[in-house]
């Protein structure tokens, strides 16, 4: 795979840099964590300057590596992350963008790259959580609709979502538990749904349960065909697990940086077991960057843009990487260094530890590299 930019590539990157610093002196000053009106408003309103400048459609109409180089380069300059808007750019968008119908992708991209709507994702249920295709939300066809009843957690920031992406059982006697599943747009305003906040160990809200009973969702909502949602929930999961951490590796570089020069200005370095532990974690990021960029040549040379299972691989070593990265992060700042590093230092500690969960836990990634990159047989179940 080549894994160089071409001229034009750089030239895009040149551009992005400039608009970044001339833009991002002007935003307004971020909302507290716990104001969802307030993180709504900024995070599309970032998404709306990122529109009207022309780069509101770079998730999906610009090539991999035009993506890659734009994550990597809003990362860099502190741009503001996509926020709430993170299930619609990075999952539902893209997801709709390769497997939506052409009425599909006009009525719902749009809206989601002007910032005008947000999406929320409903996949993971009570006992359906890293065995997803376990799932028992029920789906019932009823003339032009379907009637859903059932139950979602850790659905994804559904107290400001639109829409929300939602996996359904359509086909309750299908041979295998991994057919008879939908993949549906949901309505978030529909009759029949409650949605009760869950707290996490970070004091945030972005997580929720939603029940629904007996809602009407219409059959044109519907992305690929019934009982098909399975393989389209993969390509959801593919840019999940392939793409959307690619700023979250660049900032992971940028806090080892900021670690090793404090180390130095505190006299830590003198500790060799630390610096050792630096260069690894060092080494770890280098090399996932690497994998990321990889995975996008891949995905460009494929001509679907949908990355592969290599992002298995990445997810598997990202995760705890930046669980190491905090671990030290923890150690070099002490206690009251802790502290000094303010809220946000914080909340990104404590959020790392949900990275080897999320997303689809370390031992279902461990299962797919070896089922489907080895070729290992399946064990018993």
């Not at 119908?101 to 910032?115: C, F, I, M, Y």
């Not at 639109?162 to 295998?176: G, I, M, N, Q, Y």
């Not at 057919?179 to 972005?206: C, H, K, N, Q, Y």
Request: charged residues 25%; hydrophobic residues 40%; negative net charge.
């Amino acid at each position: 795979m080549d894994l160089t930019y071409t001229e034009e590539e750089e030239a895009f990157r040149a551009r992005l840099r400039e608009w970044l610093g001339g833009v991002l002196p002007q935003l307004p000053p971020k909302p507290s964590p716990g104001d969802w009106p307030g993180r709504r408003a900024y995070d599309t309103g970032w998404q709306r300057r990122l529109y009207d400048a022309g780069y509101g459609d770079v998730h999906w109409d610009a090539s991999p590596t035009t993506r890659l180089i734009f994550l990597e380069e809003t990362e860099k300059a502190g741009a503001p992350y996509v926020g709430a808007n993170f299930v619609g750019l990075l999952h539902a968008g893209p997801t709709i963008a390769a497997e939506g119908s052409p009425a599909q992708r006009e009525r719902w991209l749009p809206p989601v790259l002007r910032g005008d709507e947000v999406w929320c994702q409903g996949f993971s249920e009570p006992d359906a959580g890293s065995d997803l295709a376990a799932l028992r939300t029920r789906a019932v066809r009823d003339g032009d609709a379907y009637v859903i009843s059932g139950s979602k957690i850790w659905t994804s920031h559904a107290e400001v979502a639109d829409w929300c992406e939602l996996l359904v059982r359509t086909d309750p006697a299908a041979p295998s538990k991994h057919r008879g599943i939908t993949w549906l747009a949901l309505p978030m305003d529909a009759p029949g749904i409650t949605v009760r906040p869950l707290r996490t160990l970070a004091g945030s809200t972005e997580f929720a349960e939603m029940f629904l009973d007996e809602v009407r969702v219409p059959v044109g909502n519907r992305v690929g065909d019934e009982n098909d949602g399975w393989r389209v929930t993969m390509v959801t999961l593919s840019f999940e697990r392939g793409t959307a951490f690619v700023g979250e590796v660049v900032a992971c570089r940028r806090v080892l940086g900021e670690l090793a020069a404090h180390a130095r200005k505190s006299g830590r370095w003198d500790d060799a077991v630390l610096r050792r532990e630096l260069a690894l974690l060092g080494a770890e990021f280098g090399a996932l960057w690497r994998l990321t960029q990889w995975n996008v040549s891949e995905a460009q040379a494929s001509g679907s843009g949908v990355p592969g299972i290599g992002g298995s691989v990445f997810k598997l070593r990202y995760s705890h990487a930046r669980q190491r990265l905090y671990d030290v992060a923890a150690e070099v700042l002490g206690g009251a260094g802790a502290l000094d590093a303010g809220q946000e230092w914080t909340l990104d500690r404590l959020s790392s530890l949900s990275y080897t969960i999320a997303a689809g836990t370390s031992q279902i990634q461990r299962n797919i590299v070896a089922e489907r990159i080895l070729g290992l047989p399946k064990g018993g179940r």
